[in-house]
Structure formats: C-alpha cells, structure tokens
C-alpha cells in the first residue's frame, strides 16, 4: 500500500472541506477555484494515481468504428474541464461526453488509450467548452412534464431555466461512401415556476410566457430574433428579457 507523509494527507484533508462548502456555490458563482487550488489537487491526483474516487468507473471501450463523425459533444478528443463527482469538484480533468449514450468518461493520461467511464449516479455537473451540464433525475411526482433522466446542458440559470437536451444518433448518410454517420439533435427546455415546457417553435416559445406575451412578443421582433434559424439564441435571449421583466 502506498504512503503519503501526514502533512500531505492533513492538506488534502482540509482540501476536500473546503471543496465540498464551496461546490455547491458553482451555478450561481460561475467560477471555479484559484490556480493554486487547481494544482493542488491535479499534484495530489497525481499521486493517488487510481486510487482517488474519481477514478471508480469501468473502462469506456468506443465501437462505432466506419461511423463518419464522433458521437460526443463540440469535440472528438478529450477536452479540459470540470467535474464535480461524488460530492468533490475536480478541476482541470480531460472529459468526453458521449452523446450517443449518455455516458461521460475521462483520460488523465495523454497518450494512453484507456479511458475511463464514470458512474452517472455519482456525476453532479461538469463543464467543457464553456458549457454546463447538469444531471437531472426523472420525477413522475411534479405536476406536468417531466424530463427523462440525463445530462442536460444548462444555457441559462435565472428565476427560470434554459436547457437543452443533447443527443446524437447513428443514421443513414446521403453519400454512398459514407454509409452511416452521427446525426445530434437537440432538445429544449424551460423550468418555470417549478413546471417544465418543451420548446420546439416560436408559439410554443410565447405560449411558456403568456403572463407578458405583449411584452415579449414586441421584443422578440425588435431584436430580430429567428426561431428557425437560430433557436438557442432566441430562447435564451427571450428568457433573459422575461427575467428582467420580473425583477
């Protein structure tokens, strides 16, 4: 068994206090920890080697092998972020998130091609790429609409929420040599008033605020906003309207 001198295990001791105080401050802060925070646990990581709960999880073994494209989100490489993962918040680990599966797996080892899949019960969020993904259980109980359980990325975080649902699909390409490919799609999502909506057209959009349709409906034209041709940012920037509307 591997031994680590007492002044190390106190440090990181105190480390993982401070970590889980502050964790649940990342929605609404958005900020992470200092560097220096960063560094000490990547160091303590590092020494752990496999040891540490964030390595607890199965191997990710990838099989779309001839599929054009990846099934993962913005990149096909493991990209920099952060991961809060059984009650810690780890900065700066190497993520991929499999849209295809819902699965999220990391590779702490350039170079290597282990890698390695998390238990999703046990992932709270993660961040790459300027995105925040949260994981959201299925409850049956709340009056409505309920989302299926998954990861969902949150585009906005007010008094009400924005998010989208993520998914990529193998399907047939148009192109005979390339005979199946990765197809996302994207599903959106408002929470008001505890009350989840699927948004997938302008009047589904309007209909979420009709407590100040007029109001929103002018805006949504001044600003030039496109359903069509842009959905996200016409969801987002309407919902940061309606928020302002109702402070």
Known sequence: MRRFPVFLVCFFLSLLLFQRINAQNYLTDSAF????????????????????????????????????????????QPVKGNIFYDGTLYPNVSISYDLSRDEVFINNNPGQD?????????IGYFSILNHVFIRIAQ?????????????????????????AKRRKQIEQAFKAEDSLKF????????????????????????????????KVKKYFRKSNLDFKKNPENAIVKTAEYYGQLND
């Open 33 to 76: 920890y200092s560097q220096s925070v960063s560094n000490a646990v990547f160091f303590y990581m590092n020494s752990l080697g496999k040891t540490t709960h964030l390595f607890n999880g199965s191997e990710y073994i990838f099989n779309n092998h001839g599929v054009t494209g990846h099934p993962f989100f913005a990149a096909g």
């Open 114 to 122: 282990f890698n390695l899949k998390l238990i999703t019960e046990r």
């Open 139 to 163: 409850d049956n109980n709340i009056k409505g609409y309920s989302p299926s359980t998954g990861f969902y990325d949150l585009l906005y975080n007010g008094k009400i929420i924005v998010l």
């Open 183 to 214: 197809v996302q799609y994207n599903e959106y999502l408002i929470k008001k008033n505890n009350i989840y909506y699927t948004v997938d057209s302008k009047r589904s959009l309007m209909n979420v605020f009709q407590d100040q349709k007029d």
